[in-house]
């Protein structure tokens, strides 16, 4: 059965308002607040580097059809440095993009070799503790550990991550033995030997964070400052149709004089194209 339909309140007469029940209040939503499927950002926001292609595509285009538009020289100015300016955060987003398809694809790996280095620095430190800090052999292998520590977290971000410690498979059952006993057996490091190397040194230096972030190279272990700033070049943008280098003077005489001396001009423009092809 079909439920009654509310009466409005001016449907009610004003002797029973008191006995009636108020509506309750309806909150409003803030025009702020975003519906809820929509949630993160905008495509726009999401992928700079989709609007940044088609912003310099059509600077571009405009720029090279300089002779139809006849654009103005203060215009042209502001139009190339626009261009200029595009073009270094499209460098900016795309190796934004890499450096975080990057993190997504090593982050799992670098955290289990962080642990397992980990691990093993707690345990050469006990060891240490037991031997009463006299071992040279043992403080040689604690050191070496610490950097395999450090080199799972401190790996340069915008580089393919080389994994530490290789698995193999174990091909006799005297390996996995070995495996299961409480001293575990030596491992054999594998990964990057330059920048495991460089880890080491940044340990000394304190530097651990710029070779992070790639501001350190494995050539010069100097800070560089300027080496994330991505250098683009003046855009250099040629009309399809070049100007003349100097408009024609106008020529005297009859009709005949005139035709010559414009052949003329032809022949030599083409003799100077034809120089400077096969130059």
Partial sequence: MATKRPHPESAIHPSRLAQVPP?????RRKQTEKPAHISG????KAHPVHDLKAQIRSLRRLLEHNNKSKLPA?????????LQSAQRELVEAERARKRSDIIGRWHKLRFFE???????????KKELAEAGGHELKVEEKLRDAEVDVNYAIY????KEYAPLFAKKKKQDDAAEADDESPEPAEYEREGDSEIWQLVKKCMTDGTLEA???????ADKHDLEPGAEQSTVPAPIVQPRKQRQKADPKPLDGNRRERRKAAAVAKAESDDDSEGGFFE
């Fill in 23 to 27: 509506e309750p209040s309806r909150k």
């Fill in 41 to 44: 950002p905008s495509f726009k």
């Fill in 74 to 82: 203060t215009v042209r100015v502001e139009k190339e440095r626009a």
């Fill in 114 to 124: 962080r642990q397992k280095a980990s691990k093993r620095v707690k345990r050469l």
């Fill in 155 to 158: 790996y340069p971000l915008e």
């Fill in 211 to 217: 070779l992070r972030n790639r501001k350190l190279t």
